[in-house]
């Protein structure tokens, strides 16, 4: 396996599961060194005490004392990209349970594809490939092992063939390997469907709303977040420049890794032609062999018309010709309004967060803080106000239900709204509350009707984060404050990576 290993920007590969002896390193190329042949270890690779403290770090983010106990799901898995700063390395970490003969219960996993720090945008910039490759690979390496774990000489003929693949991604990478993580944004749809106001309330530059003309051509900007440098491309819709869209597809289309699709909710007429050029860019998405996330984004549904009888039905419509058009009945789809700031930032919030390799990760940990806190809503924030992840119980939709009734006292209203717009934007959120003075506490807490919301301010090595719960009794915070800490160090790496 060394000799492989020695051509390839892979320094190692690890296999590790929760056995009875707690995390540990099953499979590990190439082999582990001895611990005490320290100058070995500088020049050839890891320590069985390595592989073990990374081992534990990895499977630390998918279980704690508490959830070892608990009934694990056979079919989770998650994704991550995770930093050894410790070793100089780099990861993508593959977490699953597997069924084994020798367990009662489904066994807990973690596979790590290891690289130099200074070459992890190799993982970042391929990610998608390396995703199906392991995918591909342990559906015939749990079927392998479903007796027990096999000795090494019968596994690492595996290994060394999913060694081989990833060195072809290697000479074909699918983006160039740079020292800096790039990510493209499309917005795409029809003329005069909402795209470029759109980017405009997410850029906050509302004075430019009024007399907007239509946008001719590409015009593409650039932010930075994720750690990224992410362009975002706004495509005009009319129908000259959606023909050259589609025949110059390797310029426009090519290696996006995030698409939102506009549709403008009133103007019914138009539907088919929009779907229409949906399917036209689906079939050039995947003649790429690109499996770019979409998000819908239904414009113009402000409040006057939200809930009218035509645009209701309207709305219907339109899902369902989505739902046949590309065959997914779980799309994902966002209203919004260029006069509800919530809508449009909610919307681009979510998509952004789907570019994060560690979103799945975070949001299974989140859910069982939430569950452990017993809250019915949380929302980790950043500081720019981006939802890194949410979790929503049954039970949150009562109580919100109980917040939107009219007889709110004044300041009550102040603060359902703030409740609207926490998760995508807490720069308005600090506008409101800084009447009540409450972020100089780095944490505030209000009551309305039979339901309470508690935000707090988390600092996250030099960042600061923001937490929001929503719940139905006071004394969940005690709770909250007693698990929050353990919860934040558990996930402070995959939080960084995301937010850095």
């Known amino acids: 396996m060394n000799e492989p290993i020695d051509s390839s920007i892979i320094k190692s590969l690890l296999f590790s599961a929760y056995d009875q002896f707690g995390p540990t390193p099953k499979y590990t190329y190439?082999?582990?060194i001895p611990d005490?042949?320290?100058?070995?270890?500088?020049?050839?690779?890891?320590?069985?005490?390595?592989?073990?403290?990374?081992?534990?770090?990895?499977?630390?983010?998918?279980?704690?004392?508490?959830?070892?106990?608990?009934?694990?799901?056979?079919?989770?898995?998650?994704?991550?990209?995770?930093?050894?700063?410790?070793?100089?390395?780099?990861?993508?970490?593959?977490?699953?349970?597997?069924?084994?003969?020798?367990?009662?219960?489904?066994?807990?996993?973690?596979?790590?594809?290891?690289?130099?720090?200074?070459?992890?945008?190799?993982?970042?910039?391929?990610?998608?490939?390396?995703?199906?490759l392991t995918i591909d690979f342990f559906a015939r390496f749990d079927e392998v092992n479903a007796d027990g774990f096999?000795?090494?000489?019968?596994?690492?003929?595996?290994?060394?063939?999913?060694?081989?693949?990833?060195?072809?991604?290697?000479?074909?990478?699918?983006?160039?390997?740079?020292?800096?993580?790039?990510?493209?944004?499309?917005?795409?749809?029809?003329?005069?469907?909402?795209?470029?106001?759109?980017?405009?309330?997410?850029?906050?530059?509302?004075?430019?709303?009024?007399?907007?003309?239509?946008t001719r051509g590409a015009q593409i900007s650039t932010i930075e977040a994720l750690g990224a440098t992410i362009s975002l491309w706004d495509l005009g819709g009319q129908k000259v420049f959606r023909e050259k869209y589609l025949t110059k597809s390797q310029i426009y289309l090519y290696e996006?890794?995030?698409?939102?699709?506009?549709?403008?909710?009133?103007?019914?007429?138009?539907?088919?032609?929009?779907?229409?050029?949906?399917?036209?860019?689906?079939?050039?998405?995947r003649g790429f062999d690109q499996n770019t996330p979409i998000i819908f984004v239904l414009t113009k549904g402000d409040d006057d018309i939200i809930n009218t009888r035509r645009i209701k039905k309207n709305i219907k419509l339109i899902k369902s010709r989505l739902a046949e058009a590309t065959g997914d009945n779980q799309?994902?789809?966002?209203?919004?309004?260029?006069?509800?700031?919530?809508?449009?930032?909610?919307?681009?919030?979510?998509?952004?967060?789907k570019l994060s390799p560690n979103r799945d990760l975070i949001n299974y940990n989140l859910k069982n803080f939430s569950k452990d806190t017993n809250v019915f809503l949380t929302l980790l924030l950043s500081n720019d106000g981006l939802v890194i992840a949410d979790f929503y119980a049954p039970g949150s939709l009562y109580l919100t239900e109980l917040i939107e009734k009219d007889q709110l006292k004044s300041d009550e209203k102040i603060v359902r709204d703030v409740f609207e717009i926490t998760a995508p934007q807490f720069a308005m959120l600090y506008k409101i509350f800084s009447k009540f003075k409450a972020l100089q506490k780095d944490e505030a807490l209000f009551k309305i009707a039979n339901s309470v919301i508690l935000i707090r301010k988390i600092a996250v090595s030099d960042y600061n984060m923001f937490a929001l719960y929503l719940m139905d009794d006071e004394g969940k915070k005690e709770r909250i404050n007693e698990l929050l800490p353990e919860f934040i160090n558990r996930t402070k790496e995959l939080l960084l990576r995301y937010i850095s």
């Open 30 to 32: 190439p082999k582990a």
């Open 36 to 132: 005490d042949e320290e100058k070995a270890k500088i020049e050839v690779g890891l320590s069985i005490r390595d592989y073990t403290q990374i081992s534990i770090k990895n499977l630390s983010l998918l279980l704690d004392d508490q959830a070892i106990l608990k009934e694990k799901p056979e079919n989770l898995s998650y994704f991550a990209i995770l930093p050894y700063p410790d070793f100089k390395l780099t990861s993508l970490c593959f977490f699953h349970f597997i069924n084994i003969a020798t367990s009662k219960t489904p066994v807990a996993t973690a596979f790590a594809i290891m690289v130099d720090e200074n070459k992890r945008s190799f993982l970042y910039n391929n990610v998608e490939s390396l995703k199906s």
């Open 150 to 214: 096999k000795p090494d000489e019968e596994i690492e003929p595996y290994f060394d063939e999913l060694l081989e693949q990833i060195i072809e991604i290697e000479k074909n990478p699918s983006t160039p390997t740079t020292t800096h993580r790039k990510l493209k944004i499309i917005f795409l749809g029809l003329d005069d469907s909402g795209k470029t106001s759109f980017l405009l309330s997410v850029d906050r530059k509302f004075s430019k709303l009024i007399g907007l003309k239509p």
């Open 256 to 285: 996006a890794d995030l698409l939102y699709y506009f549709i403008d909710i009133n103007n019914k007429d138009r539907f088919e032609e929009s779907i229409e050029y949906l399917q036209n860019i689906r079939a050039i998405l």
């Open 331 to 353: 799309l994902e789809t966002h209203i919004t309004s260029i006069f509800s700031i919530f809508s449009v930032l909610r919307a681009f919030s979510s998509g952004i967060s």
